[in-house]
């Protein structure tokens, strides 16, 4: 049974900065590539980010790239989303997905989800 369970979340003020984990079992990791996305309240699932599986290509949706940064260390089958310099607009809930597919990616195009969890930027 394959399970995405993310971690990291919280309350932050704007500015500051957290670190998402995702950690995976299950499935073989390192041929999976790996994505971020997240929900804000009201709005449809976007897309974050992506990385290959053996962690050399990544992507991001515009309004976070040079702001944000994947990563993954395939020997401990984690994913990680590094997010400094937090805005209020970042606030969502924010899900990883194992996914077959390469590049931006819809939500469609993954395989797995973890149940998310709550990134809250105050003012």
């Known amino acids: 049974q394959v399970q995405l369970a993310e971690s990291g979340g919280g309350l932050v003020q704007a500015g500051g900065s957290l670190r998402l984990s995702c950690a995976a079992s299950?499935?073989?990791?390192?041929?999976?590539?790996m994505a971020w996305f997240r929900q804000a309240p009201g709005k449809e699932r976007e897309f974050v980010a992506s990385?290959?599986?053996?962690?050399?290509?990544?992507f991001y949706v515009d309004s976070i790239k040079g702001r944000f940064t994947i990563f993954r260390v395939n020997a401990k089958n984690t994913v990680y989303l590094q997010m400094p310099s937090l805005r209020p607009e970042d606030t969502a809930v924010y899900y990883c997905?194992?996914?077959?597919?390469?590049?931006?990616?819809?939500?469609?195009?993954?395989?797995?989800w973890g149940q998310g969890t709550q990134v809250t930027v105050s003012s």
């Open positions: 997905a194992a996914t077959q597919k390469y590049g931006l990616l819809s939500p469609s195009e993954c395989d797995y």
């Open positions: 990385i290959s599986s053996g962690g050399i290509n990544t």
């Open positions: 299950g499935l073989t990791f390192s041929t999976y590539r």
